[in-house]
């Protein structure tokens, strides 16, 4: 963490309590926690995200990426990654602050803007660029009205358009203008990704997919591929196999249970899928992870 980040990590750690937390603030969550064991699945929605402390490591298809306090993420959309917290050392948590974007108020803002040449969206749809100066600022204003929950209703959605007006004219600018256009290929492909989420536990149909992204098959797998660095089976897989992981820390299914809940017809691909993602069969790497967290790292 750098001393600019101190006052933003001082009001984020009188308001979080270790885990997520769902602040005041519309769309705004905390997260504080200890480094992770290994690399864990976490579903990154539509977002922002700023560490105040520590760092983390996210890797999605082939691809890894690693931030701090120094930069900000950009995730465009709902994306499931692997990934690792890496603590601060001596006993200090991760911190990190996130604002769920919001494609009309992007939109709202980017029309009062001036316009820029649209093109297709280049790339998988995350990013990661170096802190500003005006964007500390900004957020250090936007958490301060934690510690005055009074003034949240009034100034919160100013602060907000600040904050979103500084990014819009960022580096990411024109990824978070084709998040504001549901008609462009971003805005399409994040249609098909919301498909595969309320129906992932369901045989993937991509003319479902064609019909609820308005492209055909060719065009949905290239922008899919293109935006998630995944196909779409593969997505699916992704999600099944995150939530599976769920189910099996709760201790409350068998895995063959697990594996018919989140969609899978044989509970042998389950368990061989599960293997090749997580490392381990699926009772064995549950049991792993719960008794690493019963028990206390050494010092």
Request: aromatic fraction near 4%.
């Given at each position: 963490m ?18 997520l ?7 705004l ?22 560490i ?133 290929p ?72 697990v ?30 992870i ?10």
């Open positions: 750098t001393d600019d980040l101190a006052p933003h990590l001082d009001i984020a750690l009188r308001h979080a309590p270790r885990g937390t769902v602040q005041p603030i519309p769309r969550e905390l997260c504080v926690g200890q480094a992770s064991i290994g690399n864990s699945p976490c579903l990154y929605r539509s977002m922002i995200c700023f105040l402390q520590g760092s983390k490591r996210v890797t999605i298809n082939d691809n890894l990426l690693s931030y701090d306090s120094a930069q900000y993420l950009i995730s465009a959309l709902d994306l499931p990654l692997i990934g690792q917290i890496l603590d601060a050392g001596a006993g200090q948590p991760y911190v990190a602050v996130s604002l769920v974007l919001e494609p009309a108020l992007l939109a709202e803002l980017a029309a009062t803007m001036p316009p820029e040449r649209e093109s297709d969206p280049k790339g998988i749809g995350i990013a990661i660029n170096p802190m500003t100066g005006p964007l500390r600022d900004t957020l250090l204003r936007l958490l301060s009205l934690l510690d005055n929950p009074a003034d949240i209703p009034v100034l919160a959605p100013m602060v907000e358009r600040e904050l979103l007006y500084r990014l819009l004219q960022g580096p990411q600018g024109r990824l978070l203008r084709q998040i504001a256009q549901p008609e462009g971003l805005g399409r492909i994040r249609r098909a990704v919301g498909w595969i989420r309320d129906n992932h536990n369901t045989q993937l149909r991509i003319e479902a997919l064609c019909d609820a992204s308005g492209m055909s098959r060719a065009s949905l797998h290239r922008h899919f591929l293109a935006m998630t660095g995944l196909s779409p089976l593969q997505y699916q897989k992704q999600l099944r196999l995150q939530e599976a992981r769920q189910l099996l820390l709760a201790g409350e299914h068998s895995a063959s249970d594996a018919f809940a989140v969609g899978y017809e044989s509970a042998s691909q389950f368990s061989r899928e599960y293997l090749r993602q997580f490392g381990a069969p699926p009772a064995r790497d549950a049991r792993q719960r008794q690493a967290i019963a028990v206390p790292a050494m010092t």
